[in-house]
């Protein structure tokens, strides 16, 4: 093989999504090509573990990991190309912080599985097969990844160097964390500090949104279908919950700026531990409900009246981030879900 | 935040204080200062009798100085007692006074429980938490803040009367603020004022000519306020007047629109319904101010567009009747407030069993006042409702509505004294006529309360020891017909009577006004269940409030009777005036700042600060916090949702540092690999 770099990108628990936003990044993939070798990157090429496996470690120059780690095969994985990646990085919202799978922190594995398998109207399975990590058959014992409880980030279960948030990235920050990289590896230039969140401002979303901000004061909750915003006006003041605020900025505010609330795709900004909590505080504290004048019985129902128009709070709040938040998991079987994986 | 601390580097000494028995009793403080020397940081740990003590406090300098400690841990009490007592020593030790953090294991462990074990783990927790908050603390500078020199004292009566006087005197300017048109409040409506029976009167009366004259005071009666702004030593009121219909600067007080005005109504407020009152009125003859005040709606002009008498036949030149007049708002700035809004009288109709309103010859306490007070509606005699009976028999009830599990559980302090009172003024009016007083516990402490007792005892007052179950007229033997009968227990007999009477006289409880949970929001500061303000310390700091330049006195803390209501008066006086003295005080910086970086002017935080501290910068589109404005309530910071806005002493680190201190024995590992 050449002297060049070498790249890898392999997913966990993932859309696929975030390998298309590699391939979406236009024709500056040629680059990519040009630039590096691909040492391992299963979507695009043939590779199998035992390639891997085979490298001497520290081999591959950047991995860019996707995807959140769910089973034993995720988790095992990362450890490997850990191992054999000089730069690691976690690359989209599921490796940064858990996103959609996390959600299922909220249930159990218990739960996840008979809605997949069996209380489900798409399901027919009379026998009620579900998956075993072993299963005896004629030809010998066949064998599954274990399906874990608690969906972690990619940093809790193998260092990480550097974040790439975003479901996924958007192709002008990937193209320029790359730009970094590279210049870091060819050239010597002062890569980031470890740990970094790149291809993000550090400042919240409404700074790249042109909509008009004022004081807010919301007495209702709008899901998308139910209103047609004003296209000049903040989200969040119409009632549209907009995590706008509470999120990093980077991806040039796209959803609200075209009238979609911003999910909170990339994550919390510096310094804040827990994006859900921080955004449930802020719209907490611009309910309009009420008046000084109620007695504490009479304001809390009308604050309550406001707050049942959200539609799954913690769906809507922890949407990204629930395996970095502070809830991390829902209790399972009186565990707090601390210890099991 | 100017130097950065380095948590990793931090030296921290731990004092463990015994507080003598008070906390060495529950409490291993030898366990938990051996302990807590292991603990990451720590240089030095000790336990020690009294922290407080200056033996304690030069510990702490001498090992600053020899141990190059940087931050200062102590466990002990609540750091309302001793947090300053503990900064000054580290400031004497060479560190700034926030190098350092109290674990109160006290008030929050020792106090609560006998277990020894839990109570030695709960304190090896909040050692711990603090310890680990105590190394992310940063040095922060005190801010000056300077005091303006006048003052609002909210309501005239005898404790706003004392507390403005005192400071009106001492040189200071004053704004005396009364909801009704005059001041001097329940006291003007008593007759004698127990237990040495001046008249009350004619002790209070120069009290309220001298606010009226006074160069110092601003009195403003008829007046409310309306609005509160801003903090210690610059506050901003905005003050109703409501429109008296009178002009102040053209009438003399001369009292013929009174006489002329042709409409009576009953006089609810100051003679409680037992006589009328002109519809153009002044409260009484003493009133001060001696402006008369239209009441807007009962007057026929005002109603009807007719009559007019009291204009016409005004002799000042000019006329002194303005029906055109309006509420005007005021608004002016003051450094400091005492509020002594007083207290209402229970309604005793909420006690059916009773007959107050059913019965007509049961009379309320205040009643009573009005009808022995030589210029009340009856001059001095005692009555009955038809105005012309003298009644031979008087049953005076204790008690009702205070220390009553329906009602209010607390005692009222003053019915005892004022019960005791009415009944010296019965025999005193009524020699022939039988007093009966029933008590559940004769409570008399004060000077010269308990030989007043006596003194009835002397007068033979029949004392029944008993809470009255019920008055009625119905009468089982003939002896009672036309009677009102008394049942109570006499629980010194062991018995139940039936006590017929020709006039009953209820006690009612003190209680918080019935707006008092308003006043405390527009003032900022607490309340408890019954009403009352809190004072900041029940002992040692009586008049202050929570809320730093808001001090209570008088009835609206509590039942208290006249002597006490002036004495806090006077205490909240002189903390006003200490501070108008000092000119400039000292606050903790513990207040919010915005990353003015990092701010993406998302206006959450704008419309919520109590203190309107937040501006928004249009060309910048960020927002800023206004620092001699920010009081460091936190509401912000916890609202700014992409965490820029910071609380200096409560940062997320120094909060969570805590938390995982405290739950040290229970805290996860870290999730990683």
């Not at chain 1, 002062?190 to 401002?201: E, K, Q």
């Not at chain 1, 007495?219 to 000049?232: G, H, L, S």
């Not at chain 2, 004259?213 to 309306?226: A, G």
């Not at chain 2, 220390?403 to 009172?421: A, F, G, I, P």
Request: proline content about 5%; charged content about 25%.
């Amino acid at each position: 093989m050449s002297e060049k770099p070498k790249l890898a990108m392999y997913w966990g628990s993932a859309c696929g999504g975030c390998e298309i936003s590699v391939l979406n990044i236009h024709e500056h993939i040629l680059a990519v090509d040009e630039i590096f070798d691909i040492a391992f990157f299963p979507c695009i090429a043939d590779f199998k573990v035992h390639h891997v496996e085979s490298y001497d470690d520290g081999y591959i120059d950047v991995c860019l990991w996707n995807g959140a780690i769910r089973n034993s095969e995720n988790e095992e994985m990362a450890h490997l190309l850990r191992k054999k990646s000089k730069v690691m990085v976690a690359y989209g919202s599921c490796a940064y912080e858990g996103c959609i799978p996390a959600l299922s922190n909220l249930t159990s594995k218990e739960a996840t599985f008979n809605t997949v398998y069996h209380d489900n109207q798409s399901i027919d399975n009379p026998e009620g097969i579900v998956p075993l990590t072993e299963v005896e058959v004629a030809e010998g014992t066949l064998t599954l990844p274990e399906f874990y409880n608690t969906v972690k980030s990619l940093d809790q279960v193998v260092d990480v160097d550097y974040y790439l948030p975003g479901c996924p990235p958007e192709p002008p920050q990937i193209w320029a964390v790359l730009q970094v990289i590279v210049a870091g590896l060819l050239e010597g230039a002062p890569l980031p500090p470890a740990g970094s969140v790149v291809g993000v401002t550090n400042v919240a979303v409404c700074e790249e949104c042109e909509r008009v901000k004022s004081e807010k004061n919301i007495e209702k909750f709008y899901r998308p279908y139910q209103i047609n915003p004003d296209p000049e006006q903040c989200l969040l003041e119409q009632g549209v919950v907009c995590m706008g605020l509470a999120t990093n900025g980077g991806c040039g505010a796209l959803c609200p700026q075209v009238g979609m609330g911003c999910r909170g795709c990339y994550g919390p900004l510096p310094g804040v531990e827990d994006q859900g909590a921080k955004m449930l505080s802020a719209v907490a504290s611009v309910i309009g409900a009420g008046d000084h004048s109620m007695e504490e019985a009479e304001l809390e129902e009308k604050i309550q009246a406001v707050v049942d128009t959200i539609a799954d709070p913690a769906g809507t709040f922890y949407r990204f981030s629930m395996s970095h938040s502070m809830l991390r998991r829902a209790k399972v079987n009186g565990s707090n879900g601390k210890g099991e994986a | 935040m100017s130097e950065k601390v380095n948590p990793e580097q931090e030296r921290v000494g731990v004092y463990v204080c015994h507080c003598g028995s008070n906390i060495a009793k529950v409490v291993d403080v030898e366990d938990v200062a051996t302990w807590a020397a292991d603990l990451p940081n720590v240089e030095v740990s000790r336990d020690y009798k009294f922290m407080c003590s200056s033996l304690g406090q030069d510990l702490i300098e001498e090992d600053i100085k020899e141990k190059g400690l940087t931050k200062v841990v102590v466990a002990s009490c609540s750091p309302h007692m001793h947090e300053k007592t503990f900064r000054v020593a580290c400031e004497r030790g060479g560190l700034n006074p926030f190098m350092f953090e109290m674990a109160n294991i006290r008030e929050h462990d020792s106090w609560t429980t006998d277990d020894e074990v839990a109570a030695t783990s709960k304190a090896k927790a909040l050692t711990n938490a603090a310890i680990e908050r105590v190394v992310h603390h940063q040095p922060l500078e005190q801010l000056p803040v300077e005091i303006n020199p006048n003052t609002l004292v909210v309501g005239g009566g005898i404790a706003g009367i004392s507390a403005t006087l005192e400071l009106a005197n001492a040189g200071h300017h004053v704004y005396m603020v009364e909801r009704e048109p005059t001041i001097g409040g329940h006291m003007a409506q008593l007759d004698k004022t127990f237990p040495t029976l001046d008249c009350s009167a004619c002790i209070l009366t120069p009290k309220m000519v001298d606010v009226g004259q006074h160069p110092n005071i601003t009195l403003l009666t008829w007046s409310e306020v309306e609005k509160v702004d801003g903090f210690l030593g610059n506050f901003t009121v905005n003050v109703r007047k409501k429109a008296r219909y009178v002009n102040e600067e053209h009438c003399t007080g001369c009292g013929i629109c009174i006489e002329k005005c042709p409409f009576k109504v009953s006089d609810d407020i100051f003679e409680v319904g037992l006589s009328e009152r002109k519809v153009i009125y002044r409260p009484f003859p003493q009133a001060v101010p001696k402006y008369p005040v239209i009441d807007k709606e009962n007057c026929v002009y005002f109603q009807r567009g007719k009559c007019k008498a009291c204009q016409i036949f005004c002799p000042t030149e000019p006329n002194s009747i303005e029906f055109e007049q309006e509420d005007e708002i005021l608004s002016f700035d003051v450094g400091n407030i005492i509020l002594a809004t007083g207290y209402d009288l229970f309604d005793v109709k909420k006690i059916p069993q009773y007959g107050y309103g059913r019965l007509a010859n049961v009379f309320t306490s205040l009643e009573f006042e009005r009808m022995v007070n030589a210029s009340g509606p009856t001059e001095g005699s005692i009555v009955l409702r038809d105005m012309e009976s003298t009644p031979k028999s008087v049953a005076i009830v204790h008690c009702v509505g205070s220390r009553d599990e329906n009602y209010h559980k607390y005692c009222s302090k003053v019915c005892c004294m004022y019960s005791l009172k009415f009944a010296h003024l019965v025999h005193e009016r009524i020699p022939e006529a039988e007093v009966y007083n029933c008590y559940i516990d004769m409570r008399t402490p004060g000077k010269g309360y308990e030989e007043f007792y006596n003194r009835l005892l002397e007068e033979e007052t029949n004392f029944i020891r008993g809470k009255v179950a019920e008055v009625t007229d119905a009468a089982r033997i003939p002896e009672e017909e036309g009677k009102l009968i008394v049942q109570v227990e006499d629980t010194l007999i062991g018995r139940q009577r039936r006590v017929p009477v020709d006039m009953v006289i209820l006690s009612p409880a003190m209680e918080a006004r019935a707006d008092s949970k308003e006043i405390s929001q527009l003032f900022k500061m607490g309340c408890d269940f019954d009403g009352f303000f809190v004072e900041r310390h029940p002992k040692l700091d009586p008049v202050a409030t929570m809320t730093d330049g808001i001090y209570i006195a008088g009835a609206c803390q509590g039942p208290k009777d006249v002597p006490d209501s002036v004495a806090q008066g006077a205490a909240a006086a002189a903390r006003v005036a200490g501070l108008i003295n000092l000119g400039t005080v000292m606050m903790e910086p513990v207040r919010a700042s915005i990353n003015q970086d990092e701010c993406s002017g998302c206006k959450i935080c704008n419309n919520m600060c109590p203190y309107n501290a937040i501006i928004f910068h249009e060309d910048r589109e960020v927002s800023e916090v206004i620092t001699a404005l920010c009081q460091g309530c936190g509401t912000c910071v916890a609202a700014c949702p992409s965490g820029v806005i910071t609380g200096a002493h409560f940062t997320n680190d120094q909060l969570f540092s805590q938390i995982e201190g405290i739950l040290w024995d229970v805290r996860p590992e870290k999730v990683t690999a």
